[in-house]
């Protein structure tokens, strides 16, 4: 057999000889760590354990690839680099050392090459898990981005402090996480560059500050919050009660308490209510960056006919600006992140009993100093109990004897609502980012249940019944009776 012999003789030898050096050793170990992690992955991917997680999906389709084919390039470069250095040298032997297992050469590179290739794997594996569990988590993008704090902080103290920022954000799927990384790298280098944009600002791009909603780019609601909620068994309606404190001597406290019709199915199985109807074939054009201004609007009906209503202010022409289906996102746009309203946020506090609705006057004088414009969070933090703490020894020094534990508490409490709402530093601040649930701080769902959302012919009008969403059973009543009935607890 010539040829294999020449071939042995031509190739195999002065590669094994001429590879013996660190740099194509290091390569070898590289590519089948690489390799064995990948191989490993696609074993488990086989029998059914595939990893629906982006990021670890990056670096298992993206980086291990990149270290296979960078630890291939290696091996060659480290046996040119040695075979020039030897032929400097004059040392290149006239015949190349035979494949001996009993040469000691030889059986020492092996060894390197074996113990290197275990360490590289458990190093790149354990590396490569850690990494990405990271990367996943609400800390990661939180906390090292400070531009995200803002919804890093309202996070929180929402129902979704426990849901990964990356479940709704990019879900799951390869397209999505390319795409988020590919996004995530340009905010960094925004971020990371921003020092030097105040020298040649045209140059550099800066992020935005607050950063916009709505997030045009989100995956559609069935891709990440369908994976948590199925929409068809939200059945039954809602009760909603709230109190809202006055700003008198004694913050008197009325309460509503209305029944949302939330869900529900009629004879016939179909969705009703609140969320059965707009799902999934309800579409609208939006013509401002918000998504508030919608003059035009198209329902898909059973039947596959259509149904178009338009604001009055539309003259027949079909309107420029982005359209969309409608989903959760739709109403739902500060899932995770609400910032709620100076108004809304003390209400709550008051009823929670965190601000004491005993001490006169707090709700006015609460609500003055978190509308108050405050360079820093700092500066906030500083001067709202501060300010609090003046209003009564100055004003109603009886009170400041008597409950100075509740000024400081109620102080502490303002605080609380202005750190996780107001951002000076990401100019945000109350009312930067509505809300599009209900319809009393924002146009929420008055966007097109204003009455003013009709078909061409006039005979069909986008419902703005307050019956249609809602049982009003009480509106700002002192103790309302329904409650005591109900059982509920007056606060
Ligand atoms: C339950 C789902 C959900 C989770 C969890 C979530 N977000 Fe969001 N986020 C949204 C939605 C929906 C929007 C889009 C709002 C819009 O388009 O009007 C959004 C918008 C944003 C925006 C754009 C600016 C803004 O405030 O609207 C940022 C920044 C953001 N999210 C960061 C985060 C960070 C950081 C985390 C984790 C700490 C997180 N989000 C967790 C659903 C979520
Ligand atoms: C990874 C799972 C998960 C995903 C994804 C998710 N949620 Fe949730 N969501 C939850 C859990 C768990 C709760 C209940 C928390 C509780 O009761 O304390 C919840 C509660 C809620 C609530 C009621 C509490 C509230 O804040 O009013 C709403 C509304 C909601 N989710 C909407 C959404 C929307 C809209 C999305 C998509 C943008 C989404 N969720 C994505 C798990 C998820
Ligand atoms: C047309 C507007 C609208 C759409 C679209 C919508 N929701 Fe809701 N949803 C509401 C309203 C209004 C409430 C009640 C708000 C409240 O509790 O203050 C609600 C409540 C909820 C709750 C809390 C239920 C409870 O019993 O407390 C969850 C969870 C929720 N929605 C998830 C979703 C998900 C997931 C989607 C998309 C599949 C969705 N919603 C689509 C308006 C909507
Ligand atoms: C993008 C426009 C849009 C928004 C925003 C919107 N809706 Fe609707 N809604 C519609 C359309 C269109 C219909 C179907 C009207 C019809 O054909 O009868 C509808 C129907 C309804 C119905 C059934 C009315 C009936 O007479 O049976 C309820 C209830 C409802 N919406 C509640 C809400 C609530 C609550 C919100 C806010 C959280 C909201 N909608 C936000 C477009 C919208
Ligand atoms: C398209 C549906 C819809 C229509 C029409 C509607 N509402 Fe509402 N309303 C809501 C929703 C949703 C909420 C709950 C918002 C929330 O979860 O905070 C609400 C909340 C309220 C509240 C309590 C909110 C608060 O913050 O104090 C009052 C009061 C109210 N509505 C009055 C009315 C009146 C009066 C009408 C008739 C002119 C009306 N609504 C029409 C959807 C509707």
Same mark, same amino acid.
């Given at each position: 057999?010539?040829?294999?012999?020449?071939?042995?003789?031509?190739?195999?030898?002065?590669?094994?000889?001429?590879?013996?050096?660190?740099?194509?050793?290091?390569?070898?170990?590289?590519?089948?760590?690489?390799?064995?992690?990948?191989?490993?992955?696609?074993?488990?991917?086989?029998?059914?354990?595939?990893?629906?997680?982006?990021?670890?999906?990056?670096?298992?389709?993206? +980086?291990?690839?990149?270290?296979?084919?960078?630890?291939?390039?290696?091996?060659?470069?480290?046996?040119?680099?040695?075979?020039?250095?030897?032929?400097?040298?004059?040392?290149?032997?006239?015949?190349?050392?035979?494949?001996?297992?009993?040469?000691?050469?030889?059986?020492?590179?092996?060894?390197?090459?074996?113990? =290197?290739?275990?360490?590289?794997?458990?190093?790149?594996?354990?590396?490569?898990?850690?990494?990405?569990?990271?990367?996943?988590? =609400?800390?990661?993008?939180?906390?090292?981005?400070?531009?995200?704090?803002?919804?890093? =902080?309202?996070?929180?103290? %929402?129902?979704?402090?426990?849901?990964?920022?990356? =479940?709704?954000? +990019?879900?799951?799927?390869?397209? &999505?996480?390319?795409?988020?990384?590919?996004?995530?790298?340009?905010?960094?280098?925004?971020?990371?560059?921003?020092?030097?944009?105040?020298?040649?600002?045209?140059?550099?791009?800066?992020?935005?500050?607050?950063?916009?909603?709505?997030? #045009?780019?989100?995956?559609?609601?069935?891709?990440?919050?369908?994976?948590?909620?199925?929409?068809?068994?939200?059945?039954?309606?809602?009760?909603?009660?709230?109190?809202?404190?006055?700003?008198?001597?004694?913050?008197?406290?009325?309460?509503?308490?209305?029944?949302?019709?939330?869900?529900?199915?009629?004879?016939?199985?179909?969705?009703?209510?609140?969320?059965?109807?707009?799902?999934?074939?309800?579409?609208?054009?939006?013509?401002?960056?918000?998504?508030?201004?919608?003059?035009?609007?198209?329902?898909?009906?059973?039947?596959? &006919?259509?149904?178009?209503?338009?604001?009055? &202010?539309?003259?027949?022409?079909?309107?420029?600006?982005?359209?969309?289906?409608?989903?959760?996102?739709?109403? #739902?746009?500060?899932?995770?992140?609400?910032?709620?309203?100076?108004?809304?946020?003390?209400?709550?506090?008051?009823?929670?009993?965190?601000?004491?609705?005993?001490?006169?006057?707090? #709700?006015?004088?609460?609500?003055?100093?978190?509308?108050?414009?405050? %360079?820093?969070?700092?500066?906030? *933090?500083?001067?709202?109990?501060?300010?609090?703490?003046?209003?009564?020894?100055? *004003?109603?020094?009886?009170?400041?004897?008597?409950?100075?534990?509740?000024?400081?508490?109620?102080?502490?409490?303002?605080?609380?609502?202005?750190?996780?709402?107001?951002?000076?530093?990401?100019?945000?601040?109350?009312?930067?980012?509505?809300?599009?649930?209900?319809?009393? %701080?924002?146009?929420?769902?008055?966007?097109? !249940?204003?009455?003013? !959302?009709?078909?061409?012919?006039?005979?069909?009008?986008?419902?703005?019944?307050?019956?249609?969403?809602?049982?009003?059973?009480?509106?700002?009543?002192?103790?309302?009776?329904?409650? &005591?009935?109900?059982?509920?607890?007056? *606060?």
């Amino acid at each position: 057999m010539p040829i294999l012999g020449r071939f042995r003789e031509h190739w195999v030898r002065p590669a094994l000889f001429f590879g013996n050096n660190p740099i194509s050793l290091a390569g070898g170990a590289i590519t089948t760590a690489a390799g064995v992690t990948m191989i490993g992955h696609w074993v488990l991917e086989i029998v059914g354990h595939s990893i629906d997680n982006p990021y670890l999906n990056i670096i298992f389709f993206l +980086i291990l690839p990149a270290l296979f084919i960078l630890g291939l390039a290696l091996i060659p470069i480290g046996m040119i680099i040695r075979r020039r250095r030897l032929r400097r040298e004059g040392t290149i032997p006239a015949e190349y050392p035979k494949i001996d297992l009993n040469d000691r050469i030889f059986r020492h590179g092996i060894d390197i090459v074996l113990i =290197a290739t275990i360490v590289n794997l458990l190093v790149v594996s354990v590396a490569s898990y850690r990494g990405a569990s990271y990367m996943d988590s =609400a800390e990661f993008c939180g906390k090292s981005c400070h531009v995200m704090h803002p919804e890093y =902080a309202a996070y929180q103290v %929402s129902a979704h402090s426990h849901v990964d920022c990356v =479940a709704c954000h +990019i879900g799951s799927g390869a397209g &999505s996480y390319v795409q988020a990384k590919v996004n995530g790298t340009k905010q960094l280098i925004e971020v990371t560059l921003r020092p030097v944009a105040g020298v040649a600002p045209k140059l550099i791009p800066t992020y935005p500050q607050p950063i916009p909603s709505p997030v #045009h780019n989100l995956r559609p609601a069935r891709d990440t919050c369908e994976n948590c909620h199925t929409p068809t068994r939200f059945y039954g309606d809602k009760l909603l009660v709230k109190s809202t404190f006055a700003d008198d001597e004694k913050n008197s406290q009325t309460q509503s308490v209305l029944v949302l019709h939330l869900g529900g199915r009629d004879s016939l199985s179909n969705l009703l209510g609140i969320h059965g109807v707009h799902l999934g074939h309800i579409e609208y054009m939006s013509t401002d960056a918000t998504r508030t201004e919608i003059p035009w609007i198209e329902r898909t009906n059973p039947d596959g &006919s259509k149904t178009t209503y338009a604001a009055s &202010s539309l003259k027949g022409e079909m309107p420029k600006g982005e359209r969309r289906t409608m989903d959760c996102v739709d109403c #739902h746009n500060r899932a995770a992140h609400t910032m709620q309203t100076a108004e809304d946020a003390l209400n709550r506090a008051m009823a929670d009993r965190v601000i004491n609705p005993d001490l006169p006057w707090v #709700h006015k004088e609460g609500l003055e100093l978190l509308k108050a414009t405050y %360079s820093s969070s700092e500066e906030a *933090q500083q001067k709202i109990p501060a300010a609090l703490d003046a209003f009564y020894r100055t *004003q109603h020094a009886d009170v400041y004897a008597a409950k100075s534990a509740e000024i400081k508490a109620a102080g502490d409490g303002l605080v609380n609502i202005f750190t996780h709402n107001v951002f000076p530093e990401m100019k945000v601040t109350w009312g930067t980012h509505p809300n599009h649930i209900g319809h009393m %701080s924002y146009p929420g769902c008055f966007r097109c !249940h204003d009455g003013d !959302h009709s078909t061409k012919d006039s005979k069909q009008t986008i419902s703005n019944d307050c019956a249609a969403c809602h049982n009003l059973l009480v509106v700002d009543e002192k103790q309302p009776k329904v409650l &005591s009935d109900l059982g509920i607890a007056q *606060q």
